[in-house]
């Protein structure tokens, strides 16, 4: 639905909404993810991508190739491409894109803290670290011994410290707690990009949008928004298994036919069948012109592509071709 943006959003907007548009353009199609599932060898892997955009990126990397290698490099495509449409935006799309990041920087805290907690080398986990999500302090997380400290000596200065104010208390950091502060700052972070995309309004608003915790503590972490708030969000925080999910989700339509996909018990291609729903849903986003869905869209799927590329990737080198589209969704 098209409102006054129509007649604007091109003057500053249009350039790099043709630019995304192109780049989703050089996505993999599923020609290509057939071939690579045929490939025996990284090497070979290497060479099917070296006609896809990520050529150049592989060109120079010698043999044997490794599983982390192909990752990263199609990771620093990703992130070339983000850089770029980022120099080039004006407001509010420059903010915009820069919600986007803020997802990878709770991953990148969360890693970091984890990996301190469990004794891993910093510089270690800085490599592992996604890099989107870096921050100039970054580093510094491990010195923290609680979330108090984590939020004073380092997450102040950054754009996270708005979304810290329920989880800063005085309780050493565990992997429970670690759980917590991970979930309490998603939450935070999911509102506050809805209320931005809310106030973009338009087609932008319109197309963005198991642990050992207590009920409570679980009802704490749900969004105030979406398709099951808040009637689902109740029934969602007392289920105890994966069939009792499946109940409640059920109930509504978008979600019914995910789950018609699996058996009952049966979780672990519960993730695959998201996965699908969304790139769905992301690919339709690219049918509306004047929004700022494409941007966060392009993102998703590219990551979902690297995903896949992972997967494949790892079968080959593990010898576990049977497996290779156990994990794969296609795109296009």
């Known amino acids: 639905m098209y409102g006054f943006e129509a ?103 969360v890693l970091i803290v984890t990996g301190t907690l469990h004794e891993r080398d910093v510089q270690e986990l800085l490599e592992k670290c996604h890099p989107l999500g870096m921050f100039d302090s ?23 410290a708005p979304y810290f104010s329920e989880c ?9 707690n670690i759980e917590i502060m991970r979930n309490t ?18 087609a932008t608003a319109e197309i963005i949008i198991g642990t050992e915790l207590t009920r409570d503590d679980r009802r704490k972490l749900y969004s105030n928004f979406g398709l099951l708030y808040p ?38 291609m519960l993730d695959k069948a998201f996965y699908e729903e969304e790139v769905k849903r992301l690919c339709l986003s690219f049918e509306q012109q004047f929004h700022y869905g494409v941007f966060f869209s392009y993102i998703r799927l590219r990551e979902q592509e690297i995903r896949n590329l992972m997967w494949i990737s790892e079968c080959v080198s593990q010898n576990q071709k049977t497996r290779v589209h156990d994990s794969v969704v296609f795109i296009f």
Do not use: W
């Not at 620093?76 to 850089?83: A, G, I, R, T």
């Not at 108090?148 to 996270?160: G, Q």
């Not at 700052?185 to 338009?202: M, N, T």
């Not at 995910?258 to 049966?266: A, D």
């Open 7 to 109: 007649l604007t959003f091109n003057i500053h907007s249009g350039y790099l909404e043709a630019i995304v548009r192109g780049h989703r353009s050089g996505l993999l199609t599923a020609a290509d993810y057939n071939n690579l599932c045929q490939c025996e060898t990284l090497d070979d892997i290497k060479m099917h991508l070296s006609a896809t955009e990520y050529g150049p990126y592989l060109q120079n990397e010698p043999s044997p190739l490794h599983t982390t290698t192909i990752v990263e490099k199609c990771t620093v495509k990703l992130v070339d491409e983000f850089n770029h449409m980022l120099c080039q935006a004006t407001e509010p799309l420059s903010t915009f894109l820069e919600y986007i990041r803020y997802g990878h920087m709770i991953d990148n805290v």
């Open 138 to 160: 970054i580093a510094s997380l491990a010195v923290a011994q609680n979330m108090r400290e984590l939020y004073r000596l380092v997450l102040v200065d950054t754009p996270l």
């Open 168 to 176: 800063i208390t005085s309780e050493d950091l565990d992997d429970m």
């Open 185 to 202: 700052l998603y939450k935070a972070y999911l509102e506050d990009f809805y209320r931005f995309c809310q106030k973009l309004g338009g």
């Open 231 to 268: 009637y689902g969000h109740e029934e969602l925080a007392i289920c105890e298994d994966i069939d009792q999910v499946r109940g409640v989700m059920e109930k509504y339509p978008p979600y019914q036919s995910i789950f018609s996909k699996l058996s009952y018990g049966e979780s672990q």
